[in-house]
């Protein structure tokens, strides 16, 4: 089994969440939170800062922890045909933007970034990560963890 370990941005101002396009190389994009792999011997607080810096251009704050979820996705689901069972290991937290301008990632993997209206979220081809930050947001559980998200539909890992 593979494991990664990443931090993941909520933003969410005016009833809005920054939500960034995901364009890999097979070209099926989908939406997903700012955020990303926690390199070796970095903090999951710093790399947070980082990955939004990178991927859209914009200055992040962090405000307070929100949640950590861990999830398996089974090997008949990734993204990459015939690798072994993936652990995603997640660090939410919850950030304002104080600075900068949003523009697509440099030679990355992100098209764009844009403020969503929350109620639009629903209709979005979307990570699952996008749930779990909102879900993580509104209801700020006291264990920092909450339901396994569904896949499925609109909704990939």
Do not use: K
Not at 28 to 57: K, M, Q, Y
């Amino acid at each position: 089994m593979s494991l990664r370990l990443a931090a993941y941005a909520v933003c969410i101002e005016d009833g809005r969440v920054l939500l960034a396009r995901h364009v890999p190389q097979n070209g099926a994009s989908n939406w997903t939170l700012p955020g990303g792999r926690v390199e070796h011997a970095e903090d999951p607080f710093d790399a947070v800062i980082r990955e939004v810096a990178e991927e859209t251009g914009c200055d992040a704050v962090v405000e307070r922890l929100l949640g950590v979820d861990s999830r398996v996705i089974p090997a008949a689901e990734r993204a990459v045909p015939g690798g072994p069972e993936h652990q995603n290991v997640g660090v939410f937290y919850q950030v304002r933007i104080a600075g900068g301008r949003l523009r697509p990632e440099p030679n990355g993997e992100i098209a764009e970034s844009v403020w969503t209206p929350i109620p639009d979220v629903a209709g979005l081809g979307r990570s699952s990560l996008v749930d779990i930050g909102l879900t993580l947001a509104r209801t700020l559980p006291a264990t920092g963890h909450v339901a396994p998200v569904t896949v499925g539909g609109l909704i990939r890992h």
